[in-house]
């Protein structure tokens, strides 16, 4: 808790000064009288927001999926029985002004990772507004935000044009064949191509197909973040451009990485799915490397 004065209980406490010398002047009573009402005043504007703030409970919903650099919301639920106005500070955002009920925060997220829980700083300066008291609280979410990284745009790899004699192509989930073989959701990075226009005329929300391609090479993507955290977040953005090339290109693409359960390894079928991916991969061990004809591995991103 910090207490801050403004520039209005400077101007109380000098008029409480100026009341008490001209009735020790006078010895008029109704002067004493402002005083003691003028003291009364300052107490309160005082006391009044560090009382105020001790009765805040505030929590908070968020999304689960987020992008870095990217603004979203954060709903906040504040019970106080004054007005407070209310900032997010880790992530960093905007202020919420609240006498009670719900508002929404825009935060950004400047890294990728796992959020379990956020912090803000709410602060009142209840009720004549004299001194304004700040309290940090950090808040559990209910669910942690999965935040993908930054996409950096790259280019592919030339793929394998033929697999070697007597070993097949690995399977696709994704691609550019005619077969459509179902729709889904649109999911940022999905390429405008794709779009299944009489299921998005149908529903409210965009829908993209899924195609059928058996013979289009896999694309591997191995992530290694066992570097320092800038080089760490380098590398997780230009993954999701390798696997935003990748499945643009309609080939079926796995990501490699390692978490906080061990190494993961398995196909990813959109942007969302490899940001959630990104989003809890750490540094450590990655799953051994399997490479067969028709698969284009890129390790390490680098």
Not at 72 to 88: K, Q
Not at 171 to 195: K, N
Not at 230 to 250: H, K, T
Request: charged letters at 20%.
């Amino acid at each position: 808790m910090r207490l801050g004065p403004t520039r209005g209980v400077v101007v109380m406490i000098l008029l409480t000064l100026a009341f008490f010398v001209a009735s020790r002047t006078t010895g008029s009573g109704w002067l004493v009288v402002l005083v003691a009402l003028s003291l009364g005043v300052i107490a309160v504007g005082i006391l009044g927001p560090v009382f105020s703030l001790r009765a805040v409970t505030v929590d908070a919903d968020a999304p689960t999926d987020a992008l870095a650099g990217r603004p979203f919301d954060i709903r906040f639920r504040v019970e106080t029985r004054s007005r407070v106005h209310l900032t997010s500070v880790e992530p960093a955002g905007t202020t919420v002004c609240a006498s009670g009920g719900t508002g929404d925060a825009r935060v950004i997220a400047e890294r990728r990772g796992l959020l379990h829980e956020v912090a803000v700083e709410v602060r009142s300066g209840a009720p004549f507004g004299l001194a304004w008291a700040t309290r940090r609280i950090k808040l559990t979410l209910p669910h942690p935000i999965e935040v993908a990284p930054r996409v950096t745009p790259a280019r592919l790899p030339a793929a394998p044009s033929v697999a070697r004699p007597g070993e097949e192509h690995r399977g696709s989930r994704q691609g550019q064949g005619e077969t459509v073989r179902t729709v889904r959701e649109y999911s940022v990075g999905d390429p405008i191509r794709l779009m299944h226009w009489p299921a998005t005329a149908r529903s409210d929300q965009p829908i993209v197909k899924e195609l059928e391609s058996p013979d289009a090479p896999l694309l591997t993507v191995r992530v290694d973040l066992n570097t320092n955290a800038d080089e760490a977040e380098r590398r997780a953005s230009v993954a999701a451009g390798l696997v935003q090339a990748g499945l643009a290109a309609g080939r079926p693409v796995a990501l490699h990485t390692a978490e906080a359960g061990g190494p993961h390894a398995g196909f990813v079928g959109s942007m969302l799915e490899a940001g959630r991916r990104l989003a809890r991969a750490t540094p450590g061990p990655l799953p051994a490397s399997t490479e067969s004809a028709g698969t284009t591995i890129v390790a390490g991103v680098s």
